[in-house]
């Protein structure tokens, strides 16, 4: 009888542990995935149009932000799993230990971002911006250009009126005429040109500078920790959506004029002004690298970081290993087979 009994307890004990491990699996995918993206021409929104996300059979919820500096503040608040930022909203953020990782390259900012003029306003240099008011997302990639082309110039930045506007204000005060320039990306850059406005200065120019300046996708760290094989899932969906970029142009042409309702036309020429990385190469020393040895990004950082500091804008900075702390590539080469 005893016998029986330790049997029977065994097999009830068993039966509890393979319980609770098909329970356990049931929990590896989330009940929903929030996503904050930036209105950005980049392949990210190739990956929203075509549903690559929503295929992982978890519902997914699609936050549109107007700045980095926006994406950070809802890090703060724990409002999205996933997002996306520049390199000084990511440098602000991981000084503040924001909870979050970069784990793959959102793309590289060439002419999609510039700084454009009035062309009515004679304004033929950066010194002649001296005592005229313009606006920049503060936190942003185009601020952190902007404060650093003003200084390379030897204009000190208290000279002009810079005002924090996201894009779209931008472009509403550009109507209104109470700016004379703006350093905003696309679309709303074209706004700007398209009424009165005149590109003087892009961010590819600067990145030739001394300045390289990019967006990187997040994740934020407890939900890495719940759900990592989900990451991994999230970053190959991502990856779809940069080789269909790559592979596909005048299909993504049509994607991003839909998804940000341009003619075709703005959407090609846009689509120019922004170098999206294929994933593979985001491993390599020039961007991420790889898990046991990251690469520039970390670098870029930590030169934002000390630049940002010299303005005032941050309290202290870190080491190039506390930033590298704060990317991941593992996601990405696992998501690729490595």
Request: net charge neutral; hydrophobic share 45%.
């Amino acid at each position: 009888m005893n016998t029986l009994r330790r049997t029977a307890s065994l097999l009830l004990a068993a039966a509890f542990s393979l319980g609770l491990s098909a329970g356990a699996r049931a929990q590896q995918k989330p009940e929903g995935i929030t996503i904050g993206y930036l209105n950005l021409v980049n392949a990210q929104l190739v990956t929203k149009a075509l549903g690559l996300h929503e295929k992982s059979g978890v519902p997914i919820k699609w936050v549109k932000f107007g700045s980095g500096g926006d994406m950070n503040r809802a890090v703060a608040a724990n409002q999205v799993d996933f997002g996306g930022v520049g390199n000084p909203p990511f440098t602000l953020g991981a000084t503040r230990a924001l909870p979050y990782k970069g784990i793959f390259v959102l793309n590289m900012l060439g002419p999609v971002e510039s700084l454009a003029v009035r062309s009515d306003k004679n304004i033929k240099s950066l010194k002649d911006l001296a005592g005229k008011t313009a606006a920049a997302p503060f936190g942003s990639t185009t601020h952190y250009l902007f404060i650093a082309a003003l200084k390379e110039a030897g204009v000190n930045p208290t000279d002009v009126k810079l005002i924090d506007l996201s894009p779209s204000d931008a472009v509403a005060a550009w109507l209104r005429k109470d700016i004379d320039a703006a350093w905003i990306w696309e679309p709303n850059l074209d706004k700007i040109v398209k009424n009165g406005g005149e590109i003087f200065l892009t961010s590819g120019e600067m990145a030739k500078r001394g300045y390289p300046t990019w967006d990187v996708g997040v994740v934020m760290n407890d939900f890495a920790a719940k759900y990592p094989a989900q990451v991994v899932a999230y970053v190959k969906a991502e990856c779809e959506g940069i080789d269909y970029w790559l592979k596909h142009p005048k299909e993504t042409v049509d994607i991003i004029a839909k998804e940000l309702s341009l003619p075709p036309d703005d959407a090609a020429r846009m689509m120019q002004g922004t170098t999206i990385v294929p994933c593979p190469e985001q491993l390599t020393k020039d961007y991420l690298g790889t898990p046991g040895q990251i690469g520039q990004f970390a670098d870029t950082a930590l030169a934002t970081a000390t630049f940002l500091k010299d303005q005032g804008r941050l309290p202290t900075v870190l080491d190039r290993a506390g930033y590298a702390a704060f990317i991941d590539p593992s996601y990405l080469a696992k998501a690729l087979g490595k």
